[in-house]
């Protein structure tokens, strides 16, 4: 009872602590009043403004001006829907570009006029500071939609769209530019200076939405191949990549759709809204990692968030392809290959560079950092080197049990036969050397650091995976001509894949992705053999 007790404690100081930050936070108040009495806030606005009114203007009068949208109806819709994606696109646009600037030196500036020193004696958290940072921005990105709200209402009394949708895209917009907003706070977290911190929140925002966007062309593909005519919405269309809804741009396409999972049809703003909370409180706690101010360490929630995020990322992603089109009876040998190849891909690719960014370790500016050994599972929740394995292990076996989950829920699970059961064995042991084979050569590479610097040991581990996948591309680019026969794409580490793929029920090719997976997990054996050994003859000497 003791037990339950305290954890009920735990859990009450928690929530009551979530709203505090909101509620009685005094960044918030500070931050808002310092945006309000500088005049370039009220300049921004007007010009934001004064853009928007100039868009509407010039697009209204392309779609007046055309008289065969005045004679045709059908055609006059059309013209009006354009009209809304126009505004509605250039009005993300905007915000894309300005919400990374708002937050992007938050804290860099608070270092260099040195009041961080006078935060230091203040009895304010990293959580206070951080989610007091990103809220006055966030609201003074909700002050510039609002704003335009009037502007945006025009294609509602023209037709061109409901004053629902207009709403809900609104909202998509809103929680995933909160999203942006952190990623620069984070940023901010970490860089040196403001300059810096500008520059790279713009490159990492700009790389996240240049990867999101991928998905759109996946969901276009998607409503073609399931014979929708395109990835369009509709009331009742289905989102197959929800993760889509953390680009600003899926508001373009996502209002008026739904995520199917098994027997509930959820709405896409509400999906969106709660991804974009889940992973804005991830950066949040990645950053307070950094910015310190007597908080405890975060590292263990932080690796909690991920043991959570990332099985719901994969079922969330799987459970909707799975119900528009079972990977069973798609294709003509019982599988479609390509919706498998997708599904597998975006399911194991985030855990592939989240092993490649554990892995490494190294002295973190005054933090040391010593090389502990390979694996204590008691270490699993901290940043010690002997606790990356053990992490990666757990949550391996969780993505597994995720998609394994996702197969039987939606009833694929039950028509597999001895093939697909041998692929699906072949793929799990190929993806498990790969992981351990980027973790291994994070370790190895920290290792010849003498875990020296933490950013080295990244940097080192993120050129030699990149190095190991692209070098063969760039000899056969180079040197070979023919790509059925090469020696450069036969040791190309996802060779065995494409083939596997490529000639799906093939016991070849199973057996050589097996193949290639047990030579990657005993590399990775040997190459924590060898930092063990080499740990130990350090310490000896």
Known sequence: MAVIRTALQDWRRYVVGSFTQLLANPVIGRELRVRVRLGRGYLLQAVYLAFMILIVALAYDWVVSNEDNLRNPFQMQM????????????????????????????????????????????????????????????????????????????????????????????????????????????????????????LWSYLRVGAFLLLSSVLFALQSSMGWFLGGGGAGGGVGANLYFPALLLNPFSALIAADTEVNLIRWRLPSWLVGVVLCLLFTRLLLTSAARKVGLYDKDVMPSLRRQLLVLLPGYVMLTAIPLLNAAPLVGVGARGVDPALAGALILLCVSPFLVLAGWIAPFGKDDDKECPNDGVFRLSKMFTAAPSGALPFLMTLWILLLSAFLLSLYWTGTLAAFDITLWEF?????????????????????????????????????????????????????????????????????????????????????????LFGWGSAMLLLSVLLGMFTRKRDHSRVAV
């Open 79 to 198: 013209a009006l829907k354009g009209f809304y994606y126009t505004v509605l696109g250039t009005l993300i646009s905007l915000i894309v570009l300005i919400a990374p600037a708002l937050t992007a030196n938050a804290i860099t500036l608070e270092r260099e006029r040195k009041t961080i020193d006078l935060l230091l004696a203040t009895p304010l958290t990293a959580r206070h500071l951080l989610t007091g940072k990103l809220m006055a921005s966030f609201a003074f990105v909700v002050l510039l939609l609002a704003l335009t709200l009037p502007v945006n209402a025009v294609s509602v009394l023209l037709g061109g769209v409901s004053f629902g949708d207009l709403l809900r895209a609104y909202l998509i917009v809103a929680s995933s530019t909160l999203v942006l907003c952190g990623i620069a706070l984070f940023t901010s977290a970490y860089a040196r200076n403001s300059t810096m911190a500008v």
């Open 424 to 512: 699906t064995i072949a793929t799990v042991v190929y993806f498990t050397g790969m992981w351990s084979l980027f973790w291994a050569i994070g370790r190895c590479c920290s290792v010849l650091l003498n875990g020296s610097s933490l950013v080295g040991a990244r940097a080192l581990t993120l050129v030699t995976i990149t190095t190991l996948i692209t070098l063969p591309i760039i000899l056969q680019l180079l040197f070979f001509m023919d790509y059925v026969n090469s020696p450069a794409m036969s040791i190309w580490i996802f060779t065995p894949l494409y083939e596997a793929f490529t000639d799906f029920g093939n016991p070849a090719n199973s057996a050589k």
